[in-house]
């Protein structure tokens, strides 16, 4: 991979397949609060399940091979399995690494093609799972 010097980014590791993505959002797990009624206050937020929102990936158009890889979404026979991702810094240097577990690719967004579009075609890739765990670089 050949990016040294270039702006921050994402590789996706999907069983083999590695990705890069230039965006990402939905790392962050979200808990389901309660509002417990109590005598002495209107009502004591309590912490409840915590919920993981879909995680969608962004970038410029996936190649060829790229896309074969992640296909089996559009088939009706995608399976679930754990990734790593990765941030890069600006010298491909490892800043954080996420294990994301048991994903599932739900959705593959290409871009609308133009051939006289000026605005780039931005690709993006969302996925369910059950988990997400931070790893050490070491891992």
Known sequence: MANA???L???VDWGGTRVT????RGLSPGAHGAVYPDVEHSGRRISGTVKYEN???RRGALSLDEYNGLAKITTGEP???DITVTFLGERDE???VWKVVSA???KIELPDPSASGAEVAIES??????GIEVMTTTD
């Open 79 to 81: 399976e679930r399995r």
């Open 104 to 106: 599932l690719p739900i």
């Open 55 to 57: 995680i969608i990936f």
């Open 5 to 7: 010097g270039s702006a």
């Open 21 to 24: 993505f230039s965006e990402l």
């Open 94 to 96: 490892t800043v954080m």
């Open 125 to 130: 890739l969302e996925i369910a799972h059950e």
């Open 9 to 11: 980014h994402f590789v």
